[in-house]
């Protein structure tokens, strides 16, 4: 049985809570028909709001409430309906913890909550998931490390390296269609960055990839960590990690399952990639989250 999907306002201030200034998120609780004890917050990413590409937030979410797991896509401030002015992913820390907070009093049989999201919206939820212990999951889609030299690596090996052995690349070039001039200048340009010397410390993005290592190995409960290999965003998160001993050290910890999806591009952008995402999420839900008593922990407890 398939129950109407319920429209959520809900103010981001709270006693805890000093940056919201009472500013209203939105957002869409798709519930079950049975009670359920676990839902899944999705969380959205880069410039999208709570439907997602391709509407890939939309059908997750009325999926994973089929499947018997209530599911709410909600907009954090600054993105879709909700108030605010556009903010940076590492800064959402307050959004996500009252949308946790509306979700559990919309669905009361909920104790614990699994987060979804994909790209920087990955990046967000790992940085916040070890603080708050409703926290039950992180499903983790191409997550987002993006810094100068990791980005001019990545894409030296999967994109001119890809060119070069591409025999329409040749073809073009061979009619003209080509400006060799620029393609080389563009690889160079690469190349120096790939191979300059950074200084993490003085760099800005460094402090949210920090964060992001910090809270993962933090986090008590289970990752599900969802590559596609047909995506920059995606490679350039696995040569990240591969050139750091604690970033490798954190991917072989045991509560974290890494799936390829191999032709998959980053917003799983066809019918097949979004249901095999859909069923990949229910199933590990079903045998890994709702019976992973260590980091079950009551809503109380927050």
């Known amino acids: 049985m398939t129950l109407p999907e319920i429209p959520l306002l809900f103010s981001c201030s709270g006693q805890k809570l000093t940056t919201c200034a009472g500013e209203r998120l939105f957002g869409i609780v798709s519930p079950t028909a049975a009670p359920a004890d676990v839902g899944v917050l999705v969380v959205v990413g880069g410039p999208q709001y709570r439907v997602g590409s391709h509407r890939q937030f939309t059908l997750l979410a009325r999926a994973l409430a089929a499947a018997g797991i209530p599911a709410l896509r909600f907009d954090h401030r600054g993105m879709g309906d909700s108030d605010g002015d556009m903010r940076s992913f ?12 509306a979700f559990m009093k919309a669905v009361p049989s909920l104790r614990g909550v699994v987060i979804w999201g994909l790209c920087d919206a990955a990046s967000a939820a790992m940085m916040y998931a070890h603080r708050d212990p409703r926290v039950r999951g ?114 072989a910890n045991p ?48």
């Open 138 to 251: 992180l499903v983790l889609l191409n997550p987002w490390v993006r810094d100068t030299q990791s980005q001019a690596v990545t894409q030296i090996k999967h994109y001119y390296a890809r060119r070069l052995v591409d025999g329409a690349f040749w073809r073009k070039l061979l009619r003209g269609e080509v400006q060799l001039l620029n393609s080389v200048t563009g690889l160079m340009r690469t190349s120096r960055s790939a191979i300059a010397t950074t200084k993490p410390a003085a760099a800005t993005n460094a402090s949210f990839q920090d964060r992001m290592l910090a809270g993962w190995r933090a986090f008590a409960g289970p990752s599900l960590l969802v590559l596609s290999g047909n995506d920059l965003t995606a490679r350039e998160f696995v040569e990240y990690a591969q050139a750091r001993a604690p970033w490798q050290k954190a991917l």
């Open 90 to 101: 590492d800064t959402i820390d307050d959004d996500i913890e009252r949308a946790v907070d």
């Open 255 to 302: 509560r974290i399952r890494r799936e390829d999806f191999a032709e998959a591009d980053h917003t799983f952008s066809t019918r097949a990639w979004r249901d095999r995402v859909a069923a990949l999420t229910i199933d590990w839900i079903r045998s890994t989250v709702t019976t992973d008593k260590a980091s079950a922990q009551p809503a109380a407890a927050h």
